[in-house]
């Protein structure tokens, strides 16, 4: 597949290598796995002097450094007669004699597991050799561990970064142009292959190369995630096993409990039969270390915690295949594919609301809105009725903190909805947010897959697909 939408990403590769032409140039290159970093690196250094390693966190530090040893001599930077049986030895070469070099790093938080001792390791040359011509760029996944060896005033490999590239995935915009490139013309079914791969480059890819090319979602996964023998049945395990190793588990549930729609802490807590307290660390972990979910609170109230899930193609796996294993035992895979077809729409009402944010963040750096947001978030909250404490949300919530306007935003993945009446229900509703009352600017917007009636208002907005459609035309 034709490599895209990296054209900053490279520019800032090409920009830090000629600095390092001046002296050692060090970058760190972070982002979740999937999300296209090895690519990025393997395109910038086309026709360049360079040398790649992996380091695999199940390979012993003797077996890596012969791994290692071999292509630099393959390579030719050492004769077949000499031997480097230390680390220490390893950096003095790289050092000394690849001098203009892009070195890579793969994964390199996991020497944090096969031999940490690398670190002040290369701490030692770092220091020494900061005159050397030489770019090195190590690349990392596991974005907490690899934070802390960089960042944690403790650690050796503190304050030796000259740059950070952080890799998102592919923004909604840019993975419909993919799409486009692989023969979809349909915008829904662009919507729902987008809802299950997010923007993550490799599923893509495997679109094109499986000739899956302008073939609906579920020919799609049913393909590449649910048939026997599919090429990817085994990818979101491998992702998390490579994440958490062997404390998986408890992980999993958690995973599991917010996939499916718990996405409060005493939810959790009650889906898995355990204390909240049992399970905070663990949540902080899988935000902070592996950036697998994220916390949200409410503008008007920071003592509520909801939890959602990073990775479209995870929170899938775990709506519609985790707990059905034994059809696969079975070669039962009908049963899983009669169950996303059923139950699809449903799933991906949630995945409709993070779309619908990410294409109202593409029209807001426009300045395609009524005001330029500078918050942007779900919103929940409670109301007294018949005595009763009862919780209400709005899917979507902006504002801007100096000029007090703000933006109430409902969601519907339904065709036909009833824009006045669904408006007054966000009137209602908008009435309960805890801020600036009364001295506040409001504005709201529909966004549906269809509408019985449009209607024009100046401070209302309303979306259909054709008009999503049409913005992202645009946004080109």
Known sequence: MKFINREQELAKLEEYHKFSRKGLFTVAIVGLRRVGKTTLVKEFIKNKKSLYFFVYDSKTSIDLLREFTEELRKEKIITELETLDSWNLFFETIFSRCKHYIIIFDEFQNFHSVDPAVFSILQKFCDEFKETPLNLIMLGSLIGLFKRIFEDRKQPLYGRISAKINIHPFSFEYSIKTMRALRYRNFEEMLKIYGIFGGFPKYYAAIEQFDLLGKDYLNIIEYLFIQENAPLENEVPDILRQEFGRRSSLYYSLIRSIASGKTKL???????????????????????????IRSLRPIDNKKTTRYFLNHPLIEFWFAFVYDKFSYYTLKNTQQIMDDIKNKFNAYFGRRFEEICKELLIQLNTSEKLFFNLEYFSNWWGFKRENNERKEIEIDLIGLNQKTK??????????????????????EMKSKYVNWHEGKREEYFCIIAKSFKRKFSRKNVLLFDLKDMEKIVNELK
Not at 278 to 287: A, D, G, M, N, V
Not at 407 to 415: A, D
């Open 266 to 292: 005493n939810e959790i807590a009650a889906a898995l039969k355990m204390k909240e307290s049992s399970i905070t660390r663990h949540l902080k972990e899988l935000e902070e270390k592996f950036n697998l």
């Open 405 to 426: 306007q703000i933006i109430f935003i409902e969601c519907k993945w339904k065709n036909n909805v009833d824009a006045v009446e669904t408006l007054k229900g966000l």
